[in-house]
Structure formats: C-alpha cells, structure tokens
C-alpha cells in the first residue's frame, strides 16, 4: 500500500473554509472539530449528544483567542492548550465553532445542520459525516430483534451523504481545488469485525458509498472530491476494555488527533480509503486496484474493467425494472 504523509502546507489552507461535520461531541469527531478551529475554518457540527456538543462549542469558543493548539482525551473532551501546532504562531488564526443536536437517521436534521452555514455563508467549502454506531450487544436475541433498529444502521449513513453534495461549490475562477466530502468508515469497514454486526455492517456501508461516489461526483457535482478515512484501532470510547491489553501487547494506538489530521488534510486525495495505524496513513484503494489481477484472476480482471466501461455511472440502467 502506498504511505500518504500529512502536509501542513495542506492544512494551513483551511483558514476561513466553511466546514460542516456530523457526530463531533466526542472522540475522533470532537478531535477533528478542534484542529478545523484551529486551522481557521468555520465550523458547524451536530450531534446527538447534545451536552457534550454544546460543551466542546463552548470550550474552544473560550479558546479560541489563544496560541496553542487543543486536544482532546479519550472521551472526546477539548484538553488544555499545548505548545506550537496548528493554528499556533504564524499563519491562520483560530475559526468560528458552532454546534447544534442532530439525529443523523433523519434526513431533515441533517438538512437543517447544512442550512445554518449555507444561510450564513452562502456556501460549504468542507464536508466530513463522521457518525458512528454503537454495538448493541444482543442482535441474536429473540427478545432483542428490532427492524426499526437495523433500519437506522442501514439509513444513517446514506442519509448523511445525500444533503452533503448539494451545497459544496461547483468549480469557479478563484476556486482552484475541489471540494473535499470526506467519509469516516473504520478497519471493520475494509476486513471483517467478529461480532460488530451493526458496527460492521454500517462501517462496510461508507466504503461501498465512497465507491459509488467517486466516479459519479466529478461528472454530476464538478469540483467534489469524496475519500474514506479507516482508523484501525484509536483512544476513543469505543475502544472501551479492549485498550489495557491493546497497550500491553504493544499494539499501534491512534489518538484522535492522529485520525483528525488525515480528515482535514486531503486537499490532494480522491477516490481513497485510507487506513490509519498508529499515526500512519496508507491508501489500501491503490493497493487494491494494483494486485486486482492477483486476487481476481488476470482474466476476470480484464472482463471486470471492461463491464465497468459499459455500466458508465449507472444513468442508462440504475433503477430499471
């Protein structure tokens, strides 16, 4: 796989960007909300959690005239300002933050999340759904069984997707990189996840639509670029009672913020699921398509890539009977 490496001449482009990410109370998403702020960019996040949305706000909003750069703990809370790092010293000051509470299964509260920075901005330069599901723990039960339940798993993510596109740019004069829509999947979105049925099924879910976008965005929305980023296993809540013997075997571990700077940092990436492990970023969409003919058969690969040619973006038979 090739190894992508973080540009902070990328993030310093940030400055004044209009941002909106899904599910930035805690975690991977609130590390990722603090480094936009702190790149300059204007950012609007949702969230189901509402205290812990209208906490962060408020925290990096006290901050935001300070010269360091935050970071956040496990739980997804903003920490205390550190020495030089993004946002810090010369180059872009600290942006705008503004949250408001989000059920991302339903697609008018994630309408109404874009409405606030289209309205006052007149555009959305960013977009990152950044929601995950918890594991309920008892799918096989009798008891337990809920279509309502799988039905938000299955919905959740498309319905992120579906109001992001409309408001990114199409391509202008002044404007010289496409709009990044950046998709957060995981490990278990790219191997299998032994006993994350939710967590898996949803996480899979992101790829298959990253996929889909990415030849069908350049030709319908111009200047939208769409990437998966895939953390294997990070210091969040989900990782939970699996961290003491994570550490103990030596096992890579990313911080949140390690994740954040792949998500806010892909001015020159497109089409890519990126793997992060212990800080490392690693483009498994080109190793993929570069041994197709070694895990599918040379021939197979060949009729494969020809069939793609015919099927075009799907306009001429998607949604036939």
């Known amino acids: 796989m090739a190894e992508i490496f973080y540009s902070e001449a990328d993030a310093q482009m940030l400055q004044d960007k209009v941002v909106v990410l899904t599910g930035g109370a805690q975690g991977i998403g609130a590390a990722t909300v603090a480094l936009y ?3 300059g960019a204007h950012v609007y996040f949702g969230d189901w959690d509402e205290a812990k949305g209208l906490q962060l706000q408020q925290t990096l909003s006290a901050k935001g005239s300070s010269a360091g750069a935050t970071t956040t703990t496990t739980d997804g809370s903003v920490g205390d300002t550190l020495g030089p790092g993004p946002g810090s010293g010369p180059g872009p000051g600290p942006g705008t933050v503004h949250f408001q509470r989000l059920n991302v299964c339903d697609y008018a ?10 309205n006052a901005h007149g555009r959305v330069d960013v977009a990152v759904s950044c929601a995950a599901v918890s594991e309920t723990g008892s799918w096989f039960e009798p008891e337990a069984l809920d279509l309502e339940s799988v039905k938000e798993v299955s919905s959740g993510n498309p319905a992120a997707a579906k109001p992001l596109l409309p408001p990114l740019p199409l391509p202008t004069p002044r404007r010289h990189s496409p709009a990044p829509l950046c ?3 995981s490990i278990a979105g790219i191997t299998e996840a032994p006993g994350l049925f939710s967590y898996s099924a949803s996480k899979h879910g992101i790829i298959g639509l990253m996929r889909a976008l990415r030849p069908f965005t350049p030709s319908r929305f111009g200047s939208v670029r769409v ?4 953390p294997w296993a990070t210091d969040t809540q989900l990782l939970g009672g699996v961290k003491t013997a994570w550490e103990r075997e030596g096992m890579p571990l990313n911080t949140p913020l390690d994740v954040a700077k792949v998500v806010v940092q892909d001015e020159s990436l497109t089409g890519t699921a990126i793997f992060v492990t212990g800080g490392r970023y690693f483009d498994t969409e080109e190793g993929l398509a570069r041994t197709m003919p070694l895990w599918m058969g040379q021939h197979n690969a060949r009729e494969f890539i020809k069939g793609q040619q015919i099927l075009g973006l799907g306009g001429n038979w998607a949604g036939e009977s």
């Not at 509260?109 to 289209?118: A, K, M, R, Y």
């Open 37 to 39: 702020h702190s790149l």
């Open 109 to 118: 509260s994630q309408l109404s999340l874009f409405d606030t920075p289209f």
């Open 183 to 185: 998709l957060v999947s």
């Open 227 to 230: 990437n998966a980023v895939c």
